[in-house]
């Protein structure tokens, strides 16, 4: 699986994150530039501890 990075978009003056896979930062950068250009604000890799589990869900009991 590709390393996992939020996106910071302003939405009108709000910030928003928004999560992408990419192969490595810079992808992530030209991936968020062409999806959000004018609004992208920064790019931050998630940490595997920060990674949903897809196994995991809460709604299951």
Not at 16 to 34: F, N, P, V
Not at 35 to 56: F, I, W
């Amino acid at each position: 699986m590709a390393p996992l990075f939020d996106l910071i978009v302003d939405r009108h003056g709000v910030l928003d994150t928004e999560s992408i896979e990419a192969i490595d930062s810079e992808s992530a950068w030209r991936s968020g530039l062409l999806l959000h250009l004018g609004t992208l604000k920064g790019v931050v890799q998630v940490d595997d501890l920060d990674r949903p589990q897809d196994d995991e869900s809460p709604l299951e009991s």
